[in-house]
């Protein structure tokens, strides 16, 4: 069973940077995209950023290029992935979830629904 995992959050202050983590296992198959996504309050859930094994392609949101960068750890059956984030505004304020398309397919879907295992979420507060 594919299992998430999500850590790091917390609470900082604007332009400061915050790194979280995306612990996943039971990837019997190297052949995912883990995306990151994010929801605030009264808002929609929304993609941040995606990166997909074997070929290692990364994607963002246009709100987040520049500032957050994603990167993995891969080893049998686990990846770690990594969406450091930097200069940090409130209106990245969110619940931040990963969750794995698995198979991949070969892109990273805008759409939730298509994705096939998720994490309980973690809080990242920005304060202004």
């Known amino acids: 069973e594919v299992q998430l995992v999500e850590s790091g959050g917390g609470l900082v202050q604007a332009g400061e940077s915050l790194r979280l983590s995306c612990a996943a296992s039971g990837l019997i198959l190297d052949d995912y995209a883990i995306k990151w996504f994010r929801q605030a309050p009264g808002k929609e859930r929304e993609g941040v950023s995606c990166i997909s094994s074997p070929d290692g392609r990364a994607s963002y949101a246009d709100s987040v290029k520049g500032r957050f960068i994603i990167s993995s750890d891969n080893a049998k059956n686990t990846a770690s992935v990594y969406l450091q984030m930097n200069s940090l505004e409130p209106e990245d304020t969110g619940v931040y979830y990963c969750?794995?398309?698995?198979?991949?397919?070969?892109?990273?879907?805008?759409?939730?629904?298509?994705?096939?295992?998720w994490g309980q979420g973690i809080q990242v507060t920005v304060s202004s």
């Open positions: 969750a794995v398309r698995y198979p991949y397919g070969g892109n990273c879907p805008e759409s939730a629904p298509l994705y096939d295992y």
